[in-house]
């Protein structure tokens, strides 16, 4: 929070409005400028991963290669889709985890924090503010490369003539695409809100905005390594990574939406635990 | 700060605390849902079951079939569902023989659409469709050759083929045969994709010298289809191969599922209808039906569990791979290769009076491809192969 907002609270006995709270919230973490240059960062995934597409697509045969990446040449509409997926495997978790070690274990560490646990707000409208903050980091990130990799997918890859080919064969019309761009677009954010609570959670133990970094990507490094032992794959329901393939499902025709549906419920999970345990913290914390 | 170990002691408790509720708030979000009681049925006898299994209209429906697979067969390239592991397909079933089966995987999809007067499949990796002229009364489960919607193929596919005798008769006959193999039982009830199912199964008898344990199939107890396929081996209290329905839903299907139309950008093959089901080239296609079809006709050693195929190596085309084929007990394993992977770097050498070669063993079936061109498989000890090759 600015030093101003809270030169401003303190002079006043009132209640700060929630509203103008999350607004100086918004406003501090989207003039980070590492904040923007991540944003404009992911808008570059769709970019060229397009641009890579149309150079290895360049004898024209429609078919890039394989995978979901390989199924785009021709295909535009499947960019979007392909780039939020892939960029959820580590991208979009860092731009969260990023957030988060800002928002708690970074003020912490400049010493902002005890400046807000002093101010007369509530630790969980506290908690709240700086949920709000990261949540924005997510949808911003998740919406630039949906927005971008529509445009990009339309301008510079093309083809199926403004229609989406589905995995199934079958083609659906730009609406309806788009639709599905936006409910893989709304699932990211899901799967990030969870990220999101867990990162926060470490944050407020911690004044080092590096451990916070450390363990979200160490644990979706773990988990990744963890889904490939054979031995172990009764943990894979468990783990918040297994369900990451789910993206997919909205280019298959007609909409299976029971992967990304139980993805999205075991990425509840997580949020509220993490919720519970970031809460608590907060809330017993000493200024 | 005095108290600095105890709160650290709590805030411990706390993230072990925390830990378990995220375990079982998973476990239960993830949770099968069956897995509940056995229900309650009406007693039937295995006569009568087949024999409702044999007229069953189960009418249109869809469904998600999951192939649970731990026979251990070496992973064969094109055919990712030949190797251990769980894959799954959507089934839509219509009526005339219209049906739609997806198998999707990560980062794609096979497709297979029958409308009736053709069948189309499209591969989302390749980006082609072929297509082929359908034959008279085809499922979508019968085109492919043995995939994982075995199940619903059974359903789908059964009524047309057995229509002409009395199915009463037809299902009295089949299981004197069985009986003369095996004790044929329903085995209580269960509950598979949410529905209650009669559990029938086939015991091999003690003389049998075979490795499977039993083979279970519990039927619909309202439709009569075929819910689910567990093959059980010996000395594995796991089955070796599931495969059936995790959800099922019977009613009218959309029919734009069964219209396919090629997408733009995409290559068409046709391909004329004879070669439809001898292209898969599968060692192991139905039971009793294709086993004679190749031109180096299979001989057929033994009867029952313990019965050996041996063949002879197509001069051409390698068959897909050497199944435990044990003959009517509808076992017929894992999903079959496409193509003709190379079967001289599989299994380990063996030798004997019959000759040299190569043993391939799994959980449920043996098979040894001699060097002189013979393949003998069997849901049978290496010895009972040996003994058909020394013939």
Do not use: C
Not at chain 1, 180 to 206: C, E, I, K, Y
Not at chain 2, 245 to 257: K, N
């Amino acid at each position: 929070m600015t030093a101003a907002t809270i030169d401003t609270t303190a002079g006043d006995p009132r209640p700060v409005p929630t509203l103008r709270l999350f607004a100086a919230e918004l406003r501090w973490v989207l003039r980070r400028p590492r904040t923007l240059i991540m944003f404009g960062l992911f808008a570059l995934v769709p970019i060229l991963i397009a641009i890579g597409v149309v150079v290895a697509d360049g004898d024209g045969d429609g078919n890039g290669g394989r995978g979901l990446i390989g199924s785009i040449g021709g295909n535009g509409l499947v960019l979007p889709i392909a780039a939020m997926t892939i960029s959820l495997t580590l991208l979009l978790p860092l731009a969260v985890a990023v957030a988060s070690a800002d928002a708690i274990a970074g003020e912490a560490s400049h010493g902002t924090l005890r400046g807000l646990l002093l101010s007369p707000v509530g630790r969980l409208r506290l908690v709240g503010m700086k949920a709000f903050g990261v949540l924005v980091v997510a949808v911003v990130a998740t919406l630039v490369i949906a927005v971008v990799g529509v445009l990009a997918g339309l301008v510079v890859v093309g083809g199926a003539d403004g229609q989406l080919i589905t995995l199934s064969g079958t083609t659906v019309g730009l609406g309806e695409a788009v639709g599905r761009v936006g409910l893989v677009a709304l699932w990211t954010v899901g799967q990030l809100a969870a990220v999101g609570a867990v990162a926060l959670a470490v944050s407020s133990f911690t004044e080092h905005p590096l451990v916070v970094l450390a363990s979200v990507l160490g644990g979706l490094i773990t988990f990744g390594v963890l889904s490939t032992i054979p031995a172990l794959d009764w943990l894979a329901p468990y783990l918040l990574t297994t369900g990451w393939s789910a993206g997919a499902d909205a280019l298959r025709d007609p909409l299976p939406l029971d992967g990304l549906g139980s993805s999205s419920l075991v990425a509840l999970v997580y949020l509220v635990v993490g919720a519970a345990v970031l809460i608590t913290r907060m809330s017993r914390r000493d200024a | 700060m005095g108290n600095r170990s105890s709160v650290r002691r709590r805030w411990a408790a706390g993230g072990i605390g925390a830990a378990l509720v995220a375990t079982v708030g998973i476990g239960l979000v993830v949770a099968p849902a069956g897995a509940s009681a056995a229900p309650e049925l009406p007693p039937v006898s295995p006569e009568d079951l087949v024999s409702s299994v044999l007229t069953a209209e189960p009418g249109p429906f869809n469904g998600t079939v999951s192939l649970d697979n731990q026979l251990g067969l070496p992973a064969l390239p094109g055919a990712p569902q030949a190797a251990n592991g769980t894959s799954t397909a959507r089934i839509w079933s219509g009526d005339d023989g219209k049906g739609r089966v997806s198998l999707p995987t990560d980062q794609g999809e096979k497709t297979f659409v029958s409308d009736g007067a053709t069948r189309w499949s499209y591969d989302s990796e390749t980006r082609t469709v072929t297509k082929v002229p359908a034959k008279q009364g085809g499922g979508p489960g019968e085109k492919q050759g043995g995939r994982p919607d075995r199940a619903p193929e059974a359903g789908t596919t059964g009524p047309p083929e057995v229509a002409a005798p009395d199915p009463a008769a037809a299902a009295a006959t089949a299981i004197g045969e069985l009986r003369n193999t095996s004790t044929v039982s329903v085995d209580g009830t269960a509950e598979v994709a949410g529905r209650p199912a009669y559990q029938l199964v086939l015991d091999p008898k003690p003389t049998e010298r075979t490795l499977l344990r039993e083979v279970r199939i519990a039927v619909d107890a309202e439709k009569r289809i075929p819910l689910q396929l567990s093959v059980l081996a010996n000395g594995s209290p796991e089955p070796a191969l599931q495969v059936g329905f995790t959800d099922v839903t019977f009613g009218p299907q959309d029919a734009s599922l069964f219209a396919f139309t090629p997408p733009p950008g995409s290559t068409v093959r046709d391909e004329p209808a004879t070669t439809d089901r001898a292209k898969p080239g599968p060692a192991g296609p139905k039971p009793g039906q294709d086993a004679g079809r190749d031109a180096a006709r299979p001989t057929i050693v033994g009867d029952g569990w313990d019965t050996v195929v041996v063949a002879r190596t197509p001069a051409q085309a390698k068959p897909g791979e050497p199944k435990p084929d044990s003959a009517e007990q509808g076992d017929q394993g894992a999903p079959e290769g496409a193509g003709a992977p190379d079967l001289s770097a599989l299994g380990t050498p063996v030798s004997g009076p019959w000759g040299a070669g190569r043993q391939i063993s799994t959980a449920v079936g043996t098979a040894i491809i001699a060097d002189d061109g013979r393949i003998a498989a069997g849901a049978v000890p290496a010895q009972v192969l040996t003994e058909a090759l020394a013939r």
